[in-house]
């Protein structure tokens, strides 16, 4: 019998979703959501949470898209939002110090590339930041001016480069951090979780999980790494790699 998986952790965009302003896919949703509802009646059946850069808000609308009951993961590691007491916590590492840097980047971002009219913010975060280049701009020389812009600033904040945008978080919290946090919290062991990811900053948590997959939409880094690669694109995607775990497990 193969290894049984307790916990399936999933990135947003790209993976649940076609990514932001992308239509949900309420059928894939709806099999989540009977998956945490059989997990939480104790069957044998995963339950399903999140891993995603996305905000508070977003992350606690797909929660209940879902009927997720187990913490997961936002703001790419900044936070864990846990459903069941309707909390939301901060990771350790955000300071006071972290916070002044993070507002002095914002101010220089915004008038360096937004004001501009460059890129743009994505709204809601409350301890990272998300900025989207302007329609017929890319992501990598936004990446470019985003390092221009922040020169000289406290070496406290790192970079993310998605398909679709760069990402600023305090230095030392990734995915994979949050990840590391959300089974500390819910005392479930890393090897006993499946992850599913598309983009290169899932691999921070998918190199950590004891099964990796990814949707057919997946970069192909992503591809490279994951045990298994579904041949379906996003929320089919997903209901597709779960089933092949839960099959794993029964034959």
Known sequence: MAHIIRLVVVDVDGCLTPGEGGAWDWEALGVLQD?????????AAPAITLCTGRQEPYVEAMMQAIGGFVPCVYENGCGLY?????RFLEHQAITPEVRATLAAAKT???NDIVAPGLGYFQPGKEVSLSVYPAAGRGVRSMRQRIV???SGLPETLTLH?????????????DKGQGVRWLAEVTQIALQDMGGIGDSPGDLAFLRLV???AAPAN????????AHYVSPFRYGKGVVDIV???????SS
């Open 243 to 249: 089933a092949h775990w839960m099959q794993q497990t």
């Open 82 to 86: 846990l459903p069941d007491g309707y």
């Open 210 to 212: 004891g099964a990796s």
């Open 108 to 110: 220089r971002l915004y």
């Open 218 to 225: 997946a970069m192909a880094q992503v591809k490279e790494h």
């Open 35 to 43: 998956l945490n509802a059989r997990a939480r009646r104790g069957e």
């Open 161 to 173: 480069t998605s398909a679709t945008c760069v990402d600023i978080t305090p230095a030392g919290i």
């Open 148 to 150: 221009a812009s922040l």
